[in-house]
Structures are given as structure tokens and as C-alpha cells.
């Protein structure tokens, strides 16, 4: 399955989290638009990486950033109101995901505080299965966001390698560097606190029943089994990615658990 199909497929299961993916066919009909570029004639163009940097860490107006886009984009033939179109909407949309991750995470923080208090209170057999099965709960909702935070960014960076074949202006070496220190996929937190709702489930496991990692095992599979196997999908389709890579200046990231090869910029 290609990444759009797959990414979308995730988004039509997840309609109430539908405006918190990247608009990754919207990026593409606007590349679209925009002329291709000859083959082996991409160069950088730091004024257009700074520009998007800028707008990227402290959401600055256009107007205000690095400006660029002037004699080389005209030699390439390309309208720089192109080039500030995409760079309009994949600003929007990485400050939307930061917010989303933000506000989700702030969220489970206190929820999973709150589960940890009512622990050292219970006082029945049926507030200790309540309780559990809370945990179990909250813990598929972070191996989601999880899930979430992933295919966002694979989608961020299929777009950039888009972008710079369709126009020649490599992009995806120097804005995936700030993308990777951007909140929805500083992962860390999370993945802690997965770790405690496990070991809670653990704690609040009486004898004889399946241990704590099947019970959440079972949970996340009924709850988000197609998303699960979307995801697989997709990080088979990252292998293949680092494998096609035909650029010699490649490093490896991995934030979270997260084995991820990206070009450097040349």
C-alpha cells in the first residue's frame, strides 16, 4: 500500500482526530503545481531553509522570516507564491500537531496521576478491577499517540523528498532537523508512562488471571487493531525507504524507540 493511501486509511478510522494529520494530499496537489525540476540539478537554498526554520520554531509571520525565493527560483522556472503556499501549510500543520501532542500529553499526565492516587485508596476486589481496567485503558490511548506521532512524521518527511524532486531546492536535510526536536515527536515522556500503566496493570493483576502484557496486548488489539497493522505497514515501508536511499550522506535518528534513516542535506 502506498504511504497516502495508508496514511488516509488511518485517518478515515480516526474521524474525531481527522484535523490533527498532516494535510498530506493537500502538500501534494500543491507540488503539483509547481514545475519539475531536471534531473541531477538540486541545490540548497539557505535563505528558503532559514525562512522555514524560523517560521517553524517561533511561528513567525512570512513577512517577518529570512526572505528569499528571488533569482534562483526563477532560474528554475518556479513562482516563489508557490514555494511560500507549501511552506504556509506545512507550518500550519506542525504547529497544529505540537498542540495536539501537548494538550494530549498534559491530559494523560494528569489522568495517569489521578489513576496513581486511587491506587494506594482501594479497598474492594471491584475498585481493584475498575482501576485496572483504567489503566488499561489510558495505555492504549498513549500506544495510539504513539502510533499518531509516527505516521505524522513519515508523512512529513515522504512530502519534503517530494518536494525536493519535484523542485530541485533541497529542503528535507535541514527542516528535518528541526522537525525532529518538535514536540509531537518528543516521544520520551510518553513512552515512560506507558511503561508505568504496564507496570501498574501488573501491580493490580490477581493471580491466575493472564499476565499484565497479554491483558494489554489483547486490549490494544481489540481497540486499534487496524491501526497496529497500518502502522507495521508503514515502518516496512521506512526499511524499504533506507534501503532505496541512493544519497552516500545518511544518518540514523532514534528518539523513542524510533530507528529512522534520513538524508543529510548535500
Same mark, same amino acid.
Given at each position: 500500500?502506498?504511504?497516502?493511501?495508508?496514511?488516509?486509511?488511518?485517518?478515515?478510522?480516526?474521524?474525531?482526530?481527522?484535523?490533527?494529520?498532516?494535510?498530506?494530499?493537500?502538500?501534494?496537489?500543491?507540488?503539483?503545481?509547481?514545475?519539475?525540476?531536471?534531473?541531477?540539478?538540486?541545490?540548497?537554498?539557505?535563505?528558503?531553509?532559514?525562512?522555514?526554520?524560523?517560521? /517553524?520554531?517561533?511561528?513567525?509571520?512570512?513577512?517577518?522570516?529570512?526572505? @528569499?525565493?528571488?533569482?534562483?527560483?526563477?532560474?528554475?522556472?518556479?513562482?516563489?507564491?508557490?514555494?511560500?503556499?507549501?511552506?504556509?501549510?506545512?507550518?500550519?500543520?506542525?504547529?497544529?500537531?505540537?498542540?495536539?501532542?501537548?494538550?494530549?500529553?498534559?491530559?494523560?499526565?494528569?489522568?495517569?496521576?489521578?489513576?496513581?492516587?486511587?491506587?494506594?485508596?482501594?479497598?474492594?476486589?471491584?475498585?481493584?478491577?475498575?482501576?485496572?481496567?483504567?489503566?488499561? #485503558?489510558?495505555?492504549?490511548?498513549?500506544?495510539?499517540?504513539?502510533? @499518531?506521532?509516527?505516521?505524522?512524521?513519515?508523512?512529513?518527511?515522504?512530502?519534503?523528498?517530494?518536494?525536493?524532486?519535484?523542485?530541485?531546492?533541497?529542503?528535507?536535510?535541514?527542516?528535518?532537523?528541526?522537525?525532529?526536536?518538535?514536540?509531537?515527536?518528543?516521544?520520551?515522556?510518553?513512552?515512560? /508512562?506507558?511503561?508505568?500503566?504496564?507496570?501498574?496493570?501488573?501491580?493490580?493483576?490477581?493471580?491466575?488471571?493472564?499476565?499484565?502484557?497479554?491483558?494489554?496486548?489483547?486490549?490494544?488489539?481489540?481497540?486499534?487493531?487496524?491501526?497496529?497493522?497500518?502502522?507495521?505497514?508503514?515502518?516496512?515501508? @521506512?526499511?524499504?525507504?533506507?534501503?532505496?536511499?541512493?544519497?552516500?550522506?545518511?544518518?540514523?535518528?532514534?528518539?523513542?524507540? #524510533?530507528?529512522?534513516?534520513?538524508?543529510?542535506?548535500?
Amino acid at each position: 500500500m502506498k504511504f497516502g493511501k495508508l496514511l488516509q486509511s488511518t485517518v478515515d478510522e480516526m474521524p474525531e482526530m481527522s484535523e490533527v494529520f498532516l494535510r498530506y494530499r493537500e502538500l501534494k496537489k500543491q507540488l503539483k503545481r509547481m514545475p519539475h525540476a531536471e534531473s541531477g540539478s538540486r541545490t540548497g537554498d539557505e535563505d528558503l531553509q532559514h525562512h522555514f526554520q524560523e517560521r /517553524l520554531s517561533s511561528s513567525c509571520p512570512a513577512e517577518l522570516a529570512t526572505p @528569499w525565493g528571488s533569482d534562483r527560483h526563477a532560474a528554475k522556472g518556479l513562482d516563489p507564491r508557490d514555494e511560500q503556499s507549501f511552506i504556509d501549510t506545512l507550518s500550519e500543520d506542525l504547529h497544529k500537531l505540537n498542540d495536539f501532542f501537548m494538550n494530549k500529553e498534559e491530559d494523560i499526565v494528569i489522568r495517569l496521576q489521578d489513576l496513581e492516587d486511587r491506587s494506594n485508596s482501594i479497598s474492594t476486589p471491584e475498585e481493584q478491577q475498575h482501576l485496572k481496567s483504567a489503566f488499561v #485503558k489510558l495505555h492504549g490511548e498513549m500506544v495510539l499517540l504513539l502510533h @499518531w506521532s509516527l505516521l505524522n512524521f513519515a508523512a512529513v518527511v515522504k512530502i519534503l523528498k517530494k518536494h525536493d524532486k519535484q523542485t530541485g531546492i533541497v529542503l528535507r536535510g535541514p527542516v528535518l532537523s528541526s522537525v525532529l526536536q518538535q514536540p509531537f515527536y518528543s516521544t520520551d515522556s510518553i513512552t515512560k /508512562l506507558v511503561k508505568i500503566a504496564e507496570a501498574k496493570v501488573k501491580q493490580l493483576s490477581g493471580e491466575g488471571e493472564p499476565d499484565a502484557g497479554a491483558q494489554l496486548l489483547q486490549s490494544d488489539r481489540s481497540q486499534e487493531f487496524g491501526l497496529i497493522r497500518r502502522t507495521q505497514a508503514a515502518l516496512e515501508m @521506512w526499511r524499504e525507504m533506507g534501503e532505496k536511499a541512493s544519497t552516500p550522506s545518511t544518518t540514523y535518528v532514534q528518539p523513542a524507540g #524510533k530507528r529512522i534513516r534520513v538524508d543529510k542535506a548535500s
